[in-house]
């Protein structure tokens, strides 16, 4: 079975509304508590404004804190009550074991990328940690890398743990998702999604990419930074792949996740991850990709804002486009697309966006044969669809616990 995003359905952009000019920035406050969000304004703007005017309310979410007015009123477990549950303790761990099952591939092209991908299935250990506070989650998760780069800091892969949890603050059972971030330092987006989806009942897993956060190592940012070595961005994109279907494996051992429901969540940058995930084999029973889509190269060389910055750092560092085009090859989500479950997989994209192009967001859904159902248009453009935010974690939260999807 399929759904409609229902915050998209009565979009009808014949409406009139006062224009607002191009490149005028605002910040907008759009019923969040807290949350101030500054985005660039056009054409975008204009349909939600209209989406807006035709009385399409959000559910009230904090997003700073993870509070809606359709969960718990507790923002997160009392260290309290952590320190009560001896399965939670600090340094507690579990024995996981990998599930990658690429299956059979006929395609000699998208063989080759899942060979480039892929490991060798093993068991590994999942050890919990403190997390900080200031970030408001409930524990870190950690566990090895499966294709570690030689970098120990690096190489040790970590989940912020945002528990679901009752009226009382005590961590419940609970389907999961991990989230992948996007491409900014401070993984704002990504713990915003993460609280959201706590919010909404879910347990929340923001893994930290190769190079952020608690991950990030002088050998691996230097490395980056340094004429000629642009290009391993692209190992350290490969280990992400890797890392977000581990971190499935990784979280079903966990006390409180339900293991029958596990599902992925990437924005932007952490989209095109999350959509090679999606065409890595069937680990996942939800993939949810946001402001993204394939073609990398389309994004590199002619995306604005964000893109242009990579475009620039590339060539900065002497990267030429022949070399771009052939080091991204191995981590183009198109070339294993067509393996992506359809029915299980929903796809947000901005009609404006100008950073991950349209045309590349379709060359996504075209690929995975997405239903017009599950390939929703969003009115926005890169920045501003987190606007729109509340509603997608609410409509991502619904299809995550409705009984009608099945694996």
Same mark, same amino acid.
């Given at each position: 079975?399929?759904?409609?995003?229902?915050?998209?359905?009565?979009?009808?952009?014949?409406?009139?509304?006062?224009?607002?000019?191009?490149?005028?920035?605002?910040?907008?406050?759009?019923?969040?508590?807290?949350?101030?969000?500054?985005?660039?304004?056009?054409?975008?703007?204009?349909?939600?404004?209209?989406?807006?005017? !035709?009385?399409? &309310?959000?559910?009230? %979410? +904090?997003?700073?804190?993870?509070? #809606? =007015?359709?969960?718990?009123?507790?923002?997160?477990?009392?260290?309290?009550?952590?320190?009560?549950?001896?399965?939670?303790?600090?340094?507690? !761990?579990?024995? &996981?074991?990998?599930? %990658? +099952?690429?299956?059979?591939?006929? #395609? =000699?092209?998208?063989?080759?990328?899942?060979?480039?991908?892929?490991?060798?299935?093993?068991?590994?250990?999942?050890?919990?940690?403190?997390?900080?506070?200031?970030?408001?989650?409930?524990?870190?998760?950690?566990?090895?890398?499966?294709?570690?780069?030689?970098?120990?800091?690096?190489?040790?892969?970590?989940?912020?743990?945002?528990?679901?949890?009752?009226?009382?603050?005590?961590?419940?059972?609970?389907?999961?998702?991990?989230?992948?971030?996007?491409?900014?330092?401070?993984?704002?987006?990504?713990?915003?999604?993460?609280?959201?989806?706590?919010?909404?009942?879910?347990?929340?897993?923001?893994?930290?990419?190769?190079?952020?956060?608690?991950?990030?190592?002088?050998?691996?940012?230097?490395?980056?930074?340094?004429?000629?070595?642009?290009?391993?961005?692209?190992?350290?994109?490969?280990?992400?792949?890797?890392?977000?279907?581990?971190?499935?494996?990784?979280?079903?051992?966990?006390?409180?996740?339900?293991?029958?429901?596990?599902?992925?969540?990437?924005?932007?940058?952490?989209?095109?991850?999350?959509?090679?995930?999606?065409?890595?084999?069937?680990?996942?029973?939800?993939?949810?990709?946001?402001?993204?889509?394939?073609?990398?190269?389309?994004?590199?060389?002619?995306?604005?804002?964000?893109?242009?910055?990579?475009?620039?750092?590339?060539?900065?560092?002497?990267?030429?486009?022949?070399?771009?085009?052939?080091?991204?090859?191995?981590?183009?989500?198109?070339?294993?697309?067509?393996?992506?479950?359809?029915?299980?997989?929903?796809?947000?994209?901005?009609?404006?966006?100008?950073?991950?192009?349209?045309?590349?967001?379709?060359?996504?859904?075209?690929?995975?044969?997405?239903?017009?159902?599950?390939?929703?248009?969003?009115?926005?453009?890169?920045?501003?669809?987190?606007?729109?935010?509340?509603?997608?974690?609410?409509?991502?939260?619904?299809?995550?616990?409705?009984?009608?999807?099945?694996?």
């Amino acid at each position: 079975m399929t759904i409609r995003a229902s915050i998209f359905r009565d979009f009808n952009p014949s409406h009139s509304i006062p224009s607002i000019s191009v490149g005028t920035a605002k910040v907008l406050h759009y019923g969040l508590t807290g949350v101030l969000l500054v985005v660039l304004c056009g054409p975008s703007l204009q349909c939600l404004a209209q989406e807006t005017a !035709q009385g399409i &309310a959000a559910p009230k %979410l +904090d997003l700073e804190n993870g509070v #809606s =007015d359709q969960g718990s009123t507790k923002t997160k477990v009392t260290q309290a009550v952590l320190e009560g549950i001896d399965d939670l303790a600090i340094d507690k !761990q579990f024995t &996981a074991m990998d599930s %990658l +099952d690429c299956g059979k591939e006929d #395609s =000699d092209d998208a063989r080759q990328c899942l060979e480039g991908l892929s490991w060798k299935p093993a068991k590994f250990q999942v050890r919990l940690t403190q997390g900080k506070e200031s970030d408001k989650m409930d524990r870190m998760v950690r566990f090895d890398s499966p294709q570690p780069l030689g970098d120990s800091t690096n190489d040790l892969v970590a989940l912020e743990w945002y528990m679901a949890i009752d009226s009382q603050g005590r961590p419940v059972k609970a389907p999961a998702m991990i989230v992948v971030h996007e491409s900014g330092s401070g993984m704002t987006v990504g713990r915003i999604i993460s609280k959201g989806l706590r919010a909404h009942g879910l347990h929340a897993f923001m893994m930290q990419m190769p190079g952020y956060g608690v991950r990030k190592s002088p050998t691996i940012t230097e490395a980056h930074s340094k004429e000629g070595e642009a290009l391993k961005l692209i190992p350290a994109m490969k280990q992400a792949i890797a890392d977000a279907r581990r971190a499935r494996d990784a979280v079903s051992v966990l006390p409180y996740v339900d293991s029958s429901m596990i599902g992925i969540q990437g924005t932007s940058l952490g989209g095109f991850v999350t959509a090679s995930v999606g065409g890595f084999d069937a680990g996942f029973d939800r993939v949810f990709v946001l402001l993204a889509g394939g073609d990398l190269n389309q994004v590199i060389f002619n995306g604005a804002k964000d893109a242009a910055e990579v475009r620039k750092r590339l060539e900065e560092a002497g990267a030429t486009r022949e070399m771009i085009m052939e080091g991204t090859r191995h981590i183009e989500p198109l070339r294993i697309a067509h393996r992506i479950r359809p029915e299980v997989t929903w796809l947000y994209s901005g009609k404006f966006d100008d950073v991950v192009p349209p045309a590349c967001s379709h060359a996504l859904a075209k690929a995975a044969k997405l239903p017009p159902e599950h390939h929703i248009e969003m009115p926005v453009d890169h920045y501003s669809g987190a606007l729109l935010m509340p509603k997608i974690l609410l409509e991502m939260a619904k299809i995550m616990q409705s009984p009608k999807y099945q694996k």
